[in-house]
C-alpha cells in the first residue's frame, strides 16, 4: 500500500525540490539526507514517477523536464524567453573591452550578445556559430563602422547553426582569445553547463581551453535542466550572467561556486 501521510507528502517535496535543482538525484543521497530507508525512497521515487514530475534510472532519478538529450532549432528558441535573453546580451556585453579577442559560441542567447558588439573598436571575433557569422558581416550602426574583424572556425552544422566537430576544435585550439561567451542548454548544481549535443560539448570545451576567462550567459530558465553532455563545471566560469528571475537558491549556489554572479535587470530596456 502506498504511503500517504503528511510526513510522506513533505519528504516527497523535498526530493522534488532537489531532483529539479540538481537535474538528478541518486538514492543513496536521498537515504542519507532524509534518514530513512532505501524502500521508503523507492517508494517515494514510485509516485514521483508516475505522477511524471521525475523519471526513474538506475540508482536514483532525473528531471523529466531537465535531462534532454533533444535540441530544438535555432529559430524555435530564439522566441524563448526574448526579454531575459535581452536583459542577459546587454550585462554580458559590458565584459567586452575594445580592441579584445572574443569567442562567441553559437546559440540564441550569444547572437543576442553578438548584436551589442558591432561597434565596439578593434574588436576581433572567433565564433562557430553560422547566425553570428552572418550577423557581424553587416556593418555595424554607427556610420562608417566596420563591424569586428571576424574568424569563423570550419565544422558540421547542428540543428542550432553551431560548426562543430573535429574540423572546428583544430582550428580552436590554434588560437587564444581574452573572453569567451558561451550559452548552455542548461545549468545545474551537479551537471555545471551542459549541451544536448556530444559535439557541440567538445566545441565548447575546446573554446574554454582557448579562452583567458568564461562567460556563460544564460536565463534563468537554464537553471535546473541537465543536457546530454558537460562542458563546464560552475568552478570553471569566471561569470555567469543570468538574469533577475533567478531564484534565491540558485543564487546562492552560483555566488559560492563561480567566479561573478551577474544578474541582468529585465525591467530596463
Known amino acids: 500500500m502506498t504511503e500517504s501521510t503528511p510526513l510522506a507528502a513533505q519528504r516527497r517535496e523535498l526530493i522534488l525540490d532537489t531532483v529539479r535543482r540538481e537535474g538528478a538525484v541518486r538514492v543513496a543521497v536521498l537515504v542519507e539526507q532524509l534518514k530513512v530507508s532505501d524502500m521508503t525512497i523507492r517508494r517515494d521515487l514510485d509516485v514521483l514517477a508516475k505522477a511524471g514530475a521525475v523519471e526513474k534510472v538506475h540508482g536514483g532519478a532525473v528531471s523529466t523536464s531537465g535531462t534532454t538529450g533533444d535540441e530544438p532549432g535555432f529559430e524555435t528558441k530564439f522566441a524563448l524567453e526574448a526579454t531575459a535573453k535581452a536583459a542577459v546580451a546587454g550585462a554580458a556585453a559590458e565584459l567586452v573591452k575594445p580592441?579584445?579577442?572574443?569567442?562567441?559560441?553559437?546559440?540564441?542567447?550569444?547572437?543576442?550578445?553578438?548584436?551589442?558588439?558591432?561597434?565596439?573598436?578593434?574588436?576581433?571575433?572567433?565564433?562557430?556559430?553560422?547566425?553570428?557569422?552572418?550577423?557581424?558581416?553587416?556593418?555595424?550602426?554607427?556610420?562608417?563602422?566596420?563591424?569586428?574583424?571576424?574568424?569563423?572556425?570550419?565544422?558540421?552544422?547542428?540543428?542550432?547553426?553551431?560548426?562543430?566537430?573535429?574540423?572546428?576544435?583544430?582550428?580552436?585550439?590554434?588560437?587564444?582569445?581574452?573572453?569567451?561567451?558561451?550559452?548552455?542548454?542548461?545549468?545545474?548544481?551537479?551537471?555545471?553547463?551542459?549541451?544536448?549535443?556530444?559535439?557541440?560539448?567538445?566545441?565548447?570545451?575546446?573554446?574554454?581551453?582557448?579562452?583567458?576567462?568564461?562567460?556563460?550567459?544564460?536565463?534563468?530558465?537554464?537553471?535546473?535542466?541537465?543536457?546530454?553532455?558537460?562542458?563546464?563545471?560552475?568552478?570553471?566560469?569566471?561569470?555567469?550572467?543570468?538574469?533577475?528571475?533567478?531564484?534565491?537558491?540558485?543564487?546562492?549556489?552560483?555566488e559560492e561556486k563561480v567566479g561573478r554572479l551577474i544578474l541582468a535587470d529585465t525591467r530596463v530596456p
Open 99 to 254: 580592441g579584445s579577442v572574443v569567442a562567441i559560441a553559437g546559440g540564441t542567447t550569444t547572437y543576442a550578445v553578438a548584436h551589442r558588439l558591432r561597434d565596439i573598436a578593434g574588436l576581433t571575433v572567433v565564433t562557430n556559430s553560422l547566425p553570428v557569422a552572418e550577423l557581424l558581416r553587416r556593418p555595424g550602426r554607427e556610420e562608417g563602422a566596420a563591424g569586428p574583424t571576424l574568424l569563423v572556425t570550419g565544422g558540421a552544422p547542428t540543428k542550432s547553426a553551431s560548426l562543430v566537430g573535429p574540423l572546428a576544435d583544430q582550428a580552436i585550439r590554434s588560437l587564444q582569445v581574452d573572453l569567451l561567451i558561451v550559452g548552455a542548454h542548461g545549468v545545474s548544481e551537479r551537471a555545471g553547463a551542459t549541451s544536448p549535443n556530444l559535439a557541440e560539448a567538445e566545441t565548447n570545451r575546446a573554446l574554454m581551453s582557448a579562452a583567458t576567462r568564461v562567460a556563460v550567459v544564460a536565463d534563468h530558465s537554464k537553471w535546473g535542466v541537465v543536457g546530454l553532455s558537460r562542458f563546464a563545471g560552475l568552478s570553471d566560469i569566471d561569470y555567469f550572467v543570468s538574469d533577475d528571475g533567478l531564484g534565491a537558491q540558485a543564487r546562492a549556489i552560483l
